[in-house]
């Protein structure tokens, strides 16, 4: 079956800390993998998208994700955090034959100061 | 652009009403879908649409109901409201050129319902 399993569901780090969240699908065929923000109160935002080539993707807000094909992983990175990117993370998987994404559960992420 | 656009913000209705979801782009694009979210389950696709005239059931359709005459246009329809409908539902909309989960989905606001 389909599915993206996103095992942390609340983080807390402190602003200028690093982090690292966490993303496994199970999907079978090649997968299309997103990740997508939502701040409070707000739709969901891309953050950036795999598809294929670089295992490594840069996305917006100095965010970046690594695709590892045989842990089925695509982790969200960043390696300095800001206060503003307190919000809910979503990873999502999709395929060139579906019209559809599967999304996992989310990771609330909270920043201290 | 106004992007994608969703009326009402919030709505409360009692159980045995209905009432339509509102979703509007503005960016020519193909495909629609119709997601609710519920605490702690993250987003589930309700129905979707991958071109005017043309929908399609996603995982959780059943209370609902859509319709799609124009490009930019997509209702939701909730026929008999129960509580197990309250959530928020979010409209999105993607180009749709090389397939619909290539292209980015383009969120919109939300609806906030309720159903006591």
């Known amino acids: 079956a389909q599915s993206v399993t996103q095992p942390d569901i609340h983080i807390t780090v402190s602003e200028g800390a690093s982090l690292e969240l966490r993303c496994n699908y199970s999907y079978g065929a090649t997968p299309y993998l997103f990740w997508y923000v939502q701040s409070p109160g707000q739709g969901l935002q891309l953050l950036l998208k795999y598809f294929s080539g670089d295992t490594l993707v840069q996305g917006i807000k100095g965010f970046e994700a690594e695709f590892k094909r045989s842990q089925s992983s695509f982790n969200l990175r960043k390696p300095s955090v800001h206060w503003s990117d307190a919000a809910e993370y979503f990873c999502?998987?999709?395929?060139?034959?579906?019209?559809?994404?599967?999304f996992g559960t989310g990771t609330r992420l909270q920043v201290f100061p | 652009n106004a992007g994608v656009t969703q009326t009402p913000k919030f709505r409360i209705l009692k159980i045995g009403q209905s009432m339509t979801l509102q979703c509007a782009q503005d960016m020519n694009h193909n495909y629609m879908y119709w997601y609710r979210q519920d605490p702690g389950m993250g987003l589930k696709l309700i129905y979707y649409s991958v071109g005017a005239g043309i929908t399609d059931k996603g995982e959780v359709p059943n209370g609902y109901n859509v319709s799609r005459s124009t490009t930019e246009d997509f209702p939701l329809r909730l026929e008999l409201a129960a509580p197990s409908q309250t959530s928020v539902y979010f409209c999105?909309?993607?180009?749709?050129?090389?397939?619909?989960?290539?292209?980015?989905?383009?969120f919109g606001p939300g609806t906030r319902l309720t159903v006591l």
């Open positions: 999502a998987v999709g395929g060139y034959n579906t019209d559809k994404l599967i």
């Open positions: 999105a909309s993607s180009y749709g050129q090389g397939g619909g989960t290539t292209d980015t989905q383009y």
